[in-house]
């Protein structure tokens, strides 16, 4: 572990929790009973399991539980049919991102991220002086695989991030071309793969990078608790990668994270196979319903694959967000050049409702 002196020497300046929380803020007066639909959060939460393990280690909170740490890691890695070795874990998937971005970026390094996804990444290389190169999604939304090695080579070396499914489009880059730019990624560059919302998609397209990780290439696969097992609070994500460029992202960790939140990770993960499958169902049945109502009305959107989608309002997502959150609705920020969309975070059925009834409101006005 560095601290922040050592890494501010090695040019790895952190990004700022304040910069951070400030990203997925929502701006201006917020009426009451307003409803959170920006964040791609999951109303659900923590399953009980979790909250009972949880209840039960608080009160043990008062060490740090060192210990604890080798067997934990061990049990995450196997749930992905990994070794310890194999994994990093962080407070959330921003640390371990954080900590990729750091290790595999330089001078000659650039970081080399589709265009748009999710930001904080390119906000990190930024905050450290490295230089990001943004390469357009194609037609179908998808991270241009080709365009992303070529600028790779042209600059002999650097770090190719995109997310798959992508935040904000909800869009899946398919299986071919993920292994192909695995297939074919230049001398010193690595490929870091978001897979944030994996679990939401039922897309056959859809392949985890995680076996190109145990076949030993040179891939960096992320994942979150955040998301559809409803931790975001409660911060834990992990990559999973070869065990030498796990090596080297681990100086740049930040110890280890709550032990509280173990817990409630390894209680999930006891059961992990039967909660993903009921909250897919449920959130992917709820987004329909959502779909259902954009054809309707002959709003278009974006084929969505995650627990968020995009709608094409043809407008200024700016003033358009601005009126939901004035009746109580808040959505995703602006996903610049997408301006004329708006992402909105699927939430429980009940809020999907409010979400129909004020999107119209406000789109028919
Ligand atoms: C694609 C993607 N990756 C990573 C994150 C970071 O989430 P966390 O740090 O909570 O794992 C987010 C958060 O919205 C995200 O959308």
């Known amino acids: 572990m560095l601290t922040r002196r050592q890494l501010a020497a090695l040019g790895a300046t952190v990004l700022t929790e304040a910069a951070l929380a400030q990203r997925a803020a929502v701006t201006g007066p917020i009426p009451p009973g307003t409803i959170w639909l920006n964040a791609n959060e999951n109303p659900d939460g923590p399953p009980k399991a979790s909250l009972e393990a949880m209840m039960k280690v608080l009160p043990m909170a008062g060490r740090y539980h060192y210990q604890q740490f080798r067997p934990f890691y061990s049990t995450l890695a196997a749930s992905e049919g990994l070794d310890a070795s194999q994994i990093l874990v962080g407070a959330g998937s921003s640390e371990v991102l954080q900590c990729a971005i750091h290790a595999f970026t330089g001078p000659g390094r650039p970081l080399i991220a589709a265009n748009p996804t999710y930001e904080s990444p390119m906000a990190v290389a930024e905050a450290a002086n490295r230089q990001v190169i943004r390469v357009g999604l194609t037609s179908a939304y998808a991270a241009d695989v080709k365009k992303m090695v070529a600028e790779a080579d042209k600059a002999g070396g650097g770090l190719i991030y995109f997310c798959n499914p992508n935040n904000p489009t909800s869009t ?47 891939v960096v696969v992320s994942r979150t608790f955040s998301k559809i097992y409803g931790m975001a609070g409660l911060r834990a994500g992990y990559v999973c990668a070869r065990p030498d460029l796990i090596e080297k992202m681990t100086p740049f960790r930040n110890n280890v994270i709550s032990i509280v939140t173990v817990h409630a990770v390894l209680a999930a993960l006891e059961n992990a196979p039967a909660l993903l499958a009921e909250r897919k169902a449920k959130y992917n049945r709820i987004r329909a319903g959502v779909c259902d109502f954009l054809k309707s009305k002959n709003v278009p959107y974006i084929d969505p694959h995650a627990n968020f989608m995009m709608i094409d309002i043809k407008r200024d997502v700016r003033t358009f967000a601005g009126g939901l959150l004035a009746k109580g609705v808040a959505v995703g920020r602006p996903f610049p050049p997408m301006d004329g969309f708006l992402r909105v975070s699927i939430g429980s059925a009940e809020d999907m409702e409010k979400f129909k009834r004020v999107f119209w409101e406000v789109y028919s006005a």
């Open 172 to 218: 899946v880059t398919s299986k071919p071309d993920v292994n192909w730019l695995i297939d074919n990624l230049p001398r010193n560059t690595v490929a870091l793969i978001d897979e944030a919302y994996y679990h939401f998609s039922e897309s056959p397209n859809l392949e985890s990078a995680v076996r190109r990780v145990k076949e030993g290439r040179g």
